[in-house]
């Protein structure tokens, strides 16, 4: 755990405050507690809504289709964005993840019309503008 702390200069006025990765280990992914309710949020999907919602043969042939390579770099991707999001959280505060996230989606509507010249609904338009509304 000493790898993943910050090397602090008292002189300077810095503090030993463990990095964002140490946090994760200690009170994130690696707990007992969220390695249980990710255990039982599995099962769940597993079991009960992916049965009964779409079959086994679809999900399974897709996955088999795309292979682990792919499927790895997903979650590895994945786990990057969450490592990001904790950094961001950590440096500026949880408003401007918030903020990100609401120009990141009038973005992702407005460059599906522009790029793939998509249709643009009227449901799209009314939470584009609630969404730039909230930025006020």
């Known amino acids: 755990m000493k790898l993943l702390t910050r090397h602090a200069d008292p002189a300077q006025g ?21 390695r249980l309710t990710c255990q039982v949020c599995l099962t769940i999907n597993a079991l009960i809504i992916l049965p009964l919602t779409e079959g086994l043969s679809e999900p ?23 490592l990001s999001s904790t950094w961001l959280i950590g440096k500026a505060s949880g408003l401007v993840l918030t903020l990100a996230g609401v120009i990141k ?24 503008a609630l969404d730039l509304r909230r930025l006020r």
């Open 14 to 34: 810095e503090s030993h405050e463990p990095d964002d990765l140490a946090l994760l280990h200690r009170a994130g992914a690696w707990s007992w507690s969220a």
């Open 105 to 128: 989606d009038v973005l992702l509507v407005g460059g599906s019309v522009v790029l793939l010249g998509s249709p643009i609904t009227s449901l799209q338009i009314v939470g584009c």
């Open 60 to 82: 399974l042939a897709l996955a088999q289709e795309l292979g682990p390579p792919i499927l790895l770099l997903n979650a590895a991707c994945t786990f990057a964005l969450n």
